[in-house]
């Protein structure tokens, strides 16, 4: 059975609550989950820049290396990664080479650069992830921006800009 539009939004907030974990543990506030075509959480993962001083360390990066070392592409089509925010460049990239077939996003990223501003620490490009997507050989559907205020609450009071 697919996922339903109530599914989405329980699972992107989850991806939400996964932000505020990675905030609380002092690094940068963005979680992502991998789900299962059914729905069922596969995997969660968070930014680990600060936590191990990777700076390329983004939940949705984390998470797709993990998935790609554990599922096989074939499974991977059918699955959905749902992310606090929209994909930078590097992890839409990732979501691509691994072979999810589904990303479903809070808030966009332009959004995001226009909350965080120029801050040294996320130098958040203005590129949709569906421009990544588009440039591949294989459809990666985009859902998304959704909950866009709930995720961005996340990130209050965060970044030097704000």
């Known amino acids: 059975m697919p996922i339903s539009p109530?599914?989405?939004l329980a699972l992107l907030r989850r991806s939400i609550e996964l932000a505020?974990?990675?905030?609380?543990?002092?690094?940068?506030?963005?979680?992502?989950?991998?789900?299962?075509?059914?729905g069922e959480i596969l995997l969660e993962d968070m930014n680990t820049g600060g936590v191990k001083g990777d700076r390329t360390g983004h939940a949705e990066r984390?998470?797709?290396?993990?998935?790609?070392?554990?599922?096989d592409v074939d499974f991977l089509r059918g699955c959905t990664m749902y992310?606090?925010?929209?994909?930078?460049?590097?992890c839409a990239g990732s979501v691509y080479w691994t072979g999810v077939g589904r990303v479903v996003?809070?808030?966009?990223?332009?959004?995001?650069?226009?909350?965080?501003?120029?801050?040294?620490?996320?130098?958040?490009m203005d590129l949709p992830c569906t421009a990544i997507f588009a440039a591949g050989q294989r459809p990666v559907e985009?859902?998304?921006p959704l909950l866009?205020?709930?995720?961005?609450?996340?990130?209050d009071g965060?970044?030097?800009g704000l």
């Open 20 to 38: 505020q974990e990675s905030r609380d543990r002092g690094d940068h506030p963005f979680g992502a989950l991998l789900a299962s075509p059914d």
């Open 6 to 8: 109530e599914q989405d």
């Open 83 to 90: 992310t606090s925010a929209e994909p930078c460049a590097m």
């Open 62 to 71: 984390n998470l797709m290396t993990a998935a790609s070392l554990k599922y």
């Open 158 to 160: 965060f970044w030097v």
């Open 142 to 144: 985009v859902v998304g």
């Open 105 to 124: 996003h809070g808030m966009s990223e332009k959004a995001l650069k226009a909350l965080i501003g120029p801050d040294p620490e996320n130098l958040t």
């Open 148 to 155: 866009s205020e709930e995720s961005a609450v996340v990130h």
